[in-house]
């Protein structure tokens, strides 16, 4: 993945870009020192997103994928003060790290955390009747399942809202997916799904890992 892969081009657009609030500098500094903190979502992407949900003055966000919540903690920072970040993980080791940091920023009442696969509590929500109540969502769990993530979000986000997609470029691998690698296959098959769907207005952004952002019309 994207996290470590560091340029000059990428260091000069954080020095003079970053925002990052001291709480989430703290977090991604200790998701550091997790062995998988390759998975850690991009800085600059996350402030971008943040971005966004003041934009829109979201109040309801889901991240599909929480790891230890850098993006999570991001979110329900932007969110408006009655605001609610529902977070889809599996693993309890890492949502563990995230929560000290949660309390520290004072936000951890607006973080729903759901131990469970994504899949399920995205179902769970449409089932408590929350269809089309959602502004913000964040695609960055199991690659394989992208597509399902993707029509379940659209099931739950209202219109004018935002689905952002992250890893849609996978390091190069969508370009000629190999036969035996179902994540850029699957990828592959979402980004030219997307480009045809007349639901949402586009954009495919380079940042990272590849930000698709999706604008449900
Ligand atoms: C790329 S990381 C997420 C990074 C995170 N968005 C951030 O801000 O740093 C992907 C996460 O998805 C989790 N995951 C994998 N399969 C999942 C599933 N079926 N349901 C929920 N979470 C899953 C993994 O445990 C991992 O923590």
Redesign the pocket.
């Not at 469970?116 to 899949?119: F, K």
């Given at each position: 993945?994207y996290y470590g892969s560091d340029t000059p081009i990428r260091q000069y657009v954080r020095n003079n870009s970053m925002r990052e609030p001291p709480v989430l500098e703290k977090l991604r500094l200790k998701?550091l020192e997790d062995p998988?903190y390759i998975?850690?979502?991009t800085d600059e992407q996350?402030q971008l997103m943040a971005n966004l949900i003041k934009l829109i003055k979201a109040k309801k966000a889901i991240?599909?994928?929480?790891?230890?919540?850098?993006?999570?903690l991001?979110m329900a920072l932007a969110l408006s003060e009655d605001g609610r970040v529902v977070a889809?993980?599996?693993?309890e080791n890492?949502t563990n790290i995230g929560k000290p940091f949660f309390e520290e920023a004072g936000v951890d009442q607006k973080i729903d955390i759901r131990l469970?696969?994504?899949?399920k509590?995205l179902d769970d929500l449409l089932a408590a009747g929350e269809a089309e109540t959602y502004d913000f969502v964040?695609i960055?769990?199991?690659k394989k399942?992208y597509v399902n993530y993707y029509e379940k979000s659209m099931q739950l986000v209202r219109k004018g809202g935002i689905i952002a997609v992250?890893?849609v470029l996978w390091g190069g691998r969508v370009i000629a997916p190999a036969e035996d690698d179902l994540s850029s296959q699957t990828i592959d098959r979402l980004n030219k799904k997307l480009h045809k769907d007349n639901r949402i207005d586009l954009s495919m952004l380079t940042v990272g890992d590849g930000l698709t952002l999706a604008f449900k019309r």
């Open positions: 993945k998701t998988s998975m850690l979502a996350t991240e599909i994928g929480m790891y230890t919540g850098y993006n999570a991001s889809c993980e599996i693993n890492y469970q696969p994504a899949l509590t964040f960055d769990a199991d399942n992250d890893n």
